[in-house]
C-alpha cells in the first residue's frame, strides 16, 4: 500500500524533470476537463438531434474533437518563440484566404463563406479571428506603453482589424465581423489604450451605423426588419426565431425529456444542429439545464481571463485574454440571436453546435490559451 502511495504520488505530484514533461505537466488539467464537460454536451445533443442516429452529427464531431485535442496539446507545447514567429505569416494567409472566398468561394445560404479544400469545406473567416488575436499579440507586446499612447502607433494594428473585418463582411457574414471587431477592440483595450482615444473613436459610430445599413444585402436587413417585428412573418422570415422562442419556452423548469423535445424531434426547430443547438438543450433539459451549460460556459470564459492575470509577460496575456474574448463573443452572439435580442446571424455555439471550421479553429485557440499559461512564468515571450 505504501508502495503504491509513493508511485501515484511520484506520477501526478512530483514535477517532472523533463523539459517537454515539464510542459505537458503545467498545462491547465482542469481547465482541459471543463473543454471535455461542454464537447460531451454537445455530443449527446447532436446524437438527439439525429434522432439517435450517431454517425449524422455525433460520431463525426467526436473525431474532429479528437483531433482538436491533439492540435491543442501540440500547440501548448510550442515554445513562444515559434507563435510569436509565426503570427505574421498566419495573418497574411488568413487575409489571402479571405480574399480567396470572394473570388472562389462557395455559396451557402446566399452568402461565400466556405472554400473547398480537397472535398472538405473550410470556413477561413473562423481561422482569420485565430490570425487577428495572433497578430495584435505580437504587435502591441513589441511597443511600450508610450508608444500606445501614441494614435500613429495604433494605425497599423487598426488596419489588421479592418482587413479581415470589411473581407468578412463582404461575403457577408455580418455575425462573425462583429467577433472580429468586438476581439481587435477588446485588445486595443487592454493593451492600454487611451480612454480619450476610445471615446475619440466612438463619435462616429452612428454615422457608421447608418451607412452599413444602406449597404447591407436585401436577406440582411430582411433579418434585422423580422428581429424587429418577427410576428408579421411567421410562417416566413421570422419562423426561425419564433420556433427558437417557443421551444425556450416549452423546455419548462426541467425540460422535456432527453430526446423527446417535441420541436425539435417533429422538425419545427430550424438548424436545430448549428445556429439553435441551445434551443434544443433548453427544451430537452429546462432552465436548470440550461442555466447549467450557460455556467459551464461562464467558467471556460472567466477561466481564460483569470489565467490571462497571471501571465507575467505582455505577448501571454494579451494572447490569453484574446482567445477568451473570442470565445466570449461566440457564446453572446450565439445565445443572445437564438433568444431573439439580436438579428439571426449564423454564428455557432463553440464545441457544442456541429461543424468542422469552429471546432478545430476553437480548439487551435485553446491550444495559444495553454501556451501562453505553460510560459505564464517567464517575463520574455522567447521562451
Not at 314 to 321: E, N, V
Not at 376 to 382: A, E, G, I, Y
Request: glycine fraction near 10%; proline fraction near 5%.
Amino acid at each position: 500500500m505504501n508502495n503504491s502511495f509513493k508511485f501515484y504520488k511520484r506520477l501526478f505530484l512530483t514535477k517532472p524533470k523533463s523539459h517537454f514533461f515539464t510542459k505537458l505537466w503545467r498545462i491547465n488539467w482542469l481547465y482541459v476537463i471543463l473543454i471535455f464537460l461542454l464537447a460531451g454536451t454537445g455530443y449527446i445533443t447532436l446524437y438527439s438531434a439525429a434522432g439517435g442516429i450517431s454517425s449524422r452529427f455525433a460520431t463525426p464531431q467526436a473525431i474532429r474533437f479528437t483531433v482538436g485535442i491533439v492540435i491543442m496539446i501540440t500547440v501548448a507545447l510550442l515554445p513562444q518563440r515559434v507563435i510569436t514567429a509565426a503570427a505574421a505569416p498566419l495573418y497574411i494567409l488568413s487575409i489571402i484566404l479571405l480574399v480567396a472566398v470572394l473570388v472562389k468561394g462557395h455559396v451557402g445560404k446566399g452568402a461565400e463563406r466556405w472554400l473547398i479544400v480537397g472535398g472538405i469545406q473550410v470556413q477561413p473567416s473562423e481561422f482569420a479571428k485565430i490570425a487577428l488575436v495572433l497578430a495584435l499579440s505580437t504587435w502591441f507586446s513589441r511597443i511600450n506603453y508610450k508608444q500606445i499612447g501614441n494614435p500613429l502607433w495604433l494605425i497599423p494594428p487598426a488596419i489588421m482589424v479592418l482587413l479581415p473585418v470589411l473581407l468578412v463582411l463582404k461575403e457577408p457574414n455580418l455575425g462573425t465581423a462583429v467577433i472580429i471587431g468586438g476581439i481587435g477592440a477588446s485588445l486595443f483595450f487592454a493593451a492600454g489604450m487611451r480612454l480619450w482615444l476610445i471615446a475619440l473613436l466612438l463619435l462616429p459610430t452612428p454615422l457608421l451605423v447608418q451607412f452599413a445599413y444602406t449597404h447591407l444585402h436585401d436577406y440582411q436587413r430582411a433579418r434585422i426588419e423580422t428581429f424587429l417585428h418577427p410576428k408579421n412573418d411567421p410562417l416566413g422570415a421570422g419562423y426561425n426565431i419564433m420556433q427558437s422562442k417557443i421551444a425556450l419556452g416549452s423546455g419548462g423548469m426541467w425540460g422535456q425529456g432527453y430526446m423527446n423535445g417535441s420541436q425539435a424531434q417533429l422538425n419545427f426547430l430550424p438548424e436545430k444542429q448549428t445556429d439553435f443547438i441551445f434551443t434544443m438543450i433548453a427544451e430537452e433539459w429546462g432552465f436548470v439545464g440550461a442555466i447549467t451549460i450557460m455556467g459551464l460556459l461562464l467558467l471556460i470564459i472567466l477561466g481564460g481571463m483569470l489565467m490571462a492575470i497571471f501571465c507575467r509577460n505582455q505577448f501571454s496575456r494579451l494572447l490569453a485574454l484574446g482567445i477568451s474574448m473570442n470565445f466570449f463573443f461566440y457564446c453572446l452572439v450565439n445565445l443572445s440571436m437564438i433568444m431573439g435580442m439580436i438579428p439571426v446571424g449564423g454564428v455557432p455555439l463553440p464545441l457544442v453546435s456541429y461543424g468542422g471550421s469552429s471546432l478545430l479553429t476553437v480548439m487551435l485557440g485553446f491550444g495559444l490559451l495553454m501556451s501562453a499559461w505553460v510560459h505564464r512564468h517567464t517575463d520574455s515571450k522567447f521562451y
